[in-house]
């Protein structure tokens, strides 16, 4: 599943057998944050998420502590667990660390054996195509995803679980900073462009050029978007 979704609860309820109560609710949860459904800044009620699941509260408690460790949520003494909003530090910071992480593992695909490139860029070709038809309606929502899905493509054929764990932590994290965003056309034409020039230097096998392209890319995506937050900054 990509880092982005989440199973929908009748998903999750079909597959209890073999996964804990805590696990599904830690799932309901995280799929509501990510669908924006709790929005960045709202609290989230313990009593509501357990009756949804029909469980009892110990299990949604034992959830909300691991999303805390994930950085998706926080703790008000008090107040409850609340939806965190990061700081535009946090999410310099957060896309320095995701540059660093998807130019590795470009690095580490371009090396592959020619066969499994070849499959590789079949993949990530037709999520560019999808990106390309999305940018033509103007469906930015559509196009975001098919956006990930690329670079999670090139993480996942990096064949590293532990760098593909922290990549999809930050991932989920910079979704928060882009939730109200998703909206907005954000540099799609020139982000195409990037995206081809690393297909081309994934086919050519060239290692320092698909991570530098890599890297640069999402620098490069954290600028447009700094910047057009600048000029809008509703």
């Known amino acids: 599943m990509l880092p982005w979704l989440t199973a929908s609860s009748s998903e999750l309820i079909a597959g209890v057998r073999d996964t804990s109560l805590a696990a599904i609710a830690r799932d309901e949860m995280l ?38 460790s994930t950085g998706l949520v926080y703790t008000r003494k008090h107040s409850g667990v609340f939806v965190r909003t990061l700081e535009p530090k946090e999410v310099a910071d957060l896309y320095d660390l995701r540059s660093m992480l998807d130019g590795h593992a470009g690095r580490r695909v ?27 309606k103007h469906d930015v929502q559509a196009y975001y ?5 690329f670079h999670w493509a090139i993480v996942e ?10 990549y999809r932590g930050i991932v989920q994290q910079l979704h928060l900073s882009r939730l109200k965003n998703l909206s ?30 890599l890297s640069t890319h999402v620098t490069a995506a954290h600028g447009r978007l700094v910047e057009r937050l600048s000029q809008d900054p509703s």
């Open 110 to 136: 371009a090396g592959l054996p020619e066969r499994e490139r070849r499959a590789l860029i079949k993949r990530i070709a037709g999520f560019l195509r999808d990106m390309k038809a999305h940018a033509r």
């Open 157 to 166: 054929a990096a064949d590293n679980e532990p760098m593909a764990r922290t």
């Open 184 to 213: 907005r056309d954000i540099g799609m034409k020139v982000s195409l462009i990037e995206h081809q020039q690393i297909i081309d230097a994934l086919a050519e096998g060239d290692v320092d050029r698909c991570q530098a392209l």
């Open 31 to 68: 799929g509501l944050i990510l669908r924006g459904e709790l929005a960045p800044g709202q609290r989230i009620n313990e009593p509501d998420v357990a009756a949804r699941l029909r469980v009892s509260r110990v299990p949604v408690r034992e959830a909300l502590r691991e999303l805390e």
């Open 145 to 149: 995803a098919s956006n990930l899905a």
